[in-house]
């Protein structure tokens, strides 16, 4: 069965730090596109951060930049989000998205097939 795995998510004060973690199952992260979007209540799903398996290409959105890295350990077949400097409005749902014909620039929620449950952010100000 194939599956992607959310963890880290919580609450955290504004300027503080977390790590995201998305484990594949079920196959590997050779030649895909995996990233995070999230979804705010009352807002659209918005990409977040993502990452090209085969070149290490990343994206982020202009928000997280300085602030987020993506990054892919291969021999576990996990991708993590580290997140620092959390700001009030970094308040979300946080899901973990693949696939292998996905583009990550911009990313594009209807091209990704493969979702994660999803994982609460919450920022306290």
């Known amino acids: 069965e194939v599956q992607l795995v959310e963890s880290g998510g919580g609450l955290v004060q504004a300027g503080g730090s977390l790590r995201l973690s998305c484990a594949a199952s079920g196959f590997t992260f050779d030649n895909y596109a995996i990233g995070w979007f999230r979804q705010a209540p009352g807002k659209e799903r918005e990409g977040v951060s993502f990452i090209s398996s085969d070149d290490g290409d990343t994206y982020h959105t202009d928000s997280v930049k300085g602030r987020f890295d993506i990054s892919i350990n291969n021999a576990k077949n996990t991708v993590y989000l580290q997140m620092n400097n959390l700001k009030f409005e970094d308040t979300a749902v946080y899901y973990c998205?693949?696939?292998?014909?996905?583009?990550?620039?911009?990313?594009?929620?209807?091209?990704?097939?493969?979702w994660g449950q999803g994982t609460q952010v919450t920022v306290s100000s």
């Open positions: 998205a693949a696939d292998p014909y996905a583009e990550i620039d911009p990313p594009v929620a209807a091209q990704y097939d493969y």
